[in-house]
């Protein structure tokens, strides 16, 4: 999943279990629906990506900065995770508003496809309740 600095998903996906998330990275990028404002084209890109050390992979990274979004990945083995916590913390809240769907806690579809579509109606809940308040 991945969220605005709010915490609002922009992009959610599922995948297997025992699939890394370094491999979800470019689907839920390209997956971000252009973004309407009031002036000048549609933004179809976050700005900035931060991320944990298990995004840290030199391809990931040439990638998103030929899309013109600026990295901000935890370097493995040389920077700390604790300066991510400020930013993760948010991330990890919107899955906790996921998880609180008791349809999503445990899943009971077995097709994949109709388990997205409760994530997704999950996520539209979450945008619904964040913005109306």
């Not at 991945?2 to 609002?8: A, D, I, M, N, P």
């Not at 839920?28 to 179809?44: D, E, F, N």
């Not at 030199?58 to 493995?76: D, E, F, N, Y």
Request: hydrophobic fraction near 35%; include cysteine.
């Amino acid at each position: 999943m991945l969220t605005e600095r709010t915490g609002l998903p922009l992009s959610v996906g599922i995948s297997a279990a025992n699939t890394h998330d370094s491999q979800g990275l470019e689907p839920l990028v390209r997956g971000i629906p252009p973004i309407r404002s009031r002036r000048g084209p549609r933004r179809r890109r976050p700005s900035k990506l931060h991320g944990d050390k298990g995004y840290d992979y030199p391809r990931l990274r040439r990638w998103l900065r030929s899309r013109g979004i600026v990295v901000r990945i935890a370097r493995r083995g040389i920077e700390s995770s604790q300066r991510l916590g400020r930013h993760r913390w948010v991330v990890e809240r919107t899955v906790s508003w996921l998880a609180g769907c008791r349809r999503l806690h445990r899943r009971y579809e077995r097709k994949a496809e109709h388990f997205l579509a409760f994530v997704g109606i999950a996520a539209t809940m979450i945008c619904y309740r964040r913005l109306t308040k």
